[in-house]
């Protein structure tokens, strides 16, 4: 109870200094009213908090918890009482956005408006995926009987946590995709440090044999969690104020908020200084004391940042604001060029921030493994940092910047990410490094069950994985999406993680030394996929996105369909380039197989 009221006295306050509740309207429109507004953040806040602790309900069940602690079962039911709780405030919170948005009070909203604004609007579509994602999971939750069965409603309420960051101040600010990203990763690092938190304390509650082991999980957790949150929560201050700026509203907040999260810092340093150590001497007294007041520490937190969504951030002067710089995220670049390719870089947040983890992962692990006397074959490392470098040439160099200006560049980097890249990362076996170099233990669990989970088979199964492959042609370029995904750079990047995931579970189901022919049968089935898109492209009169690339207003370069038509060239080539370097890699494992056995006899 001391965690709601602190929530919601720092709540009111919060929107009543940022002037989100303000009277004022402009000339010839109308308000809502003060209470819709305020119900409006309230809902919010309701939202934001029924999503963290679903979430942490599953991080419980599904990481944190002793496979044999029997209170899997509790854990989900709360997850799932959570999630309808998610459900329900995301709908209020839909209602009170329909009725501030045309500026009529809350018992004025018609079934029209409301419709108009979940159908025909970013944010209302954005919250249909919320409540569709929450009630998924208070349906699905309940029926997981093992934890690894409730990592699957714990991943899909992550990933219902993130559609509004799309719609938000995020997305219309300036390096758009850097903002979007930082604030996802800081929403996701600050649901799974604070839910998981709430349910460990309930937990520990419950049965304080669970605290030792339990709590040692969270630790580490938690830490990577509060630096994800300072860093993330920096790098989205600094692009919303232009720098360090506590003279306005919107400023003074994100003051507030760096003082909230020192004070949390000081409780983490206390748990690992104090109260973990005495877990197993002294009991669970001193954590669940240290714990209680830091939940509510996070409570004002959550409130806190709940509030300042609701404010607005400074505005750019107008001259500073170029249109096409505006829709690209970046000047409009000049002629293509090898310099321009090789040396204009423009780094993708999502892609380079995974390219660079996980080089230093792997790096961590073929260091852990060699230093307990094990080998590693340095084929495999060669492979692993290949392919890594070709994704971020694919996302990072000046490719990227010319992926959103010519059609064909976008076709180079897509076939890159999608064919070429997963290549070299399979052959680097990084599954294969990670359960070798980690200990026996959870982590090393979790990768393997990962691993081999049902879901990874089933897209990893020929036809599964065939279609997908298919899917990243047609169903991307043949929809609205790909204009979306030019239009706002964190779509794009989202789109590029799964093309590389994709073409990742192809290449598994292609590799397969034991069923040579059925592989060879999967390459030939999709060939005739990139055939008829090359066709498509080469003769069609109409051109994808045609209205963005026009805009754009290029001085330079072939008009966007003939551009389009030189793209069909490319698919054709590079298809069949990735066919026969699968049929490459397909010999090698048949040879190295063939090798094995004739070394074993």
Known sequence: MAAVAAALVVLAATVRFGGSISEQAAPGLTQAGAFTKGALSLSELA??????????????????????????????????LCALAWTLATLAAAAFSTGDL??????RVTGDLLAAFLTDLPQGRALVAVAVAAATVAVTAPLARTPQAAGYPLL????????????????????????VHS???????????????VALAMAVRWDGRLAAEAVARYSAVA?????????????????????FDPGSRYGALVAAKIAVLAALAGFGWRHRRASIPRLRSRGTG??????????????????????????????LAGDTLDPVELRLGFPLPGPPSVSAYALDWWIDPLLGTLAVLGGVLYAAAVVRLRGRGGAWPLARVVAWYAGLTIVLAATSSGLARYSMVLFSAHLVQHMAVTLLAP??????????????????????????????????????????????LAATLYGFYFTPLFESSLRNHAIHSLVLAVFLAAGYCYLRAVANPGRALRAVA????????????????AGSDDAFAAGWFTRLGRPWGVPPLDDQRSAGEIVWTLAAAATLLFLAVLAYLIRTRSGYRARRT
């Not at 944190?64 to 997850?79: F, K, Y």
């Not at 045309?102 to 018992?107: K, R």
């Not at 200990?439 to 897209?459: I, Y």
Request: with cysteine; hydrophobic share 65%; glycine share 8%.
């Open 47 to 80: 939202m934001n908090a029924a999503g963290t602790l679903t979430a942490g309900w599953l991080l419980l069940a599904a990481v944190l918890l002793p496979a044999a602690s029997g209170h899997l079962e509790r854990c989900l039911r709360a997850a799932s």
């Open 102 to 107: 045309f500026g009529v009070p809350a018992g």
């Open 156 to 179: 899909l309420a992550l990933a219902g946590l993130l559609p509004p960051m799309f719609t938000g101040h995020a997305a219309d600010a300036s390096f758009h995709a850097l903002a």
């Open 183 to 197: 604030l996802a990763a800081h929403v996701l690092a600050a649901a799974v440090w604070a839910g998981g938190l």
């Open 223 to 243: 830490l990577v969690c509060f630096a994800v949150v300072a860093v993330s929560g920096a790098v989205s201050a600094w692009i919303r104020l232009g720098g």
């Open 286 to 315: 001193t954590f669940l004391r240290v714990a209680a007041v830091e939940i509510v520490v996070m409570a004002a937190a959550m409130a806190l940042a709940t509030g300042l969504s609701r404010t607005p951030p400074p505005e």
């Open 423 to 468: 290549v070299m990362l399979w052959l680097g076996a990084p599954v294969a490094l990670a359960l070798r170099a980690l200990p026996e233990g959870r982590p090393r669990d979790l990768v393997d069950a990962a691993a081999h989970s049902r879901a990874v088979r089933l897209l990893t199964h020929p036809v599964a994985a065939t279609a997908l």
């Open 522 to 537: 999967v390459l030939a089935a999709s060939l005739p996929f990139h055939a008829a898109f090359a066709l498509h492209l």
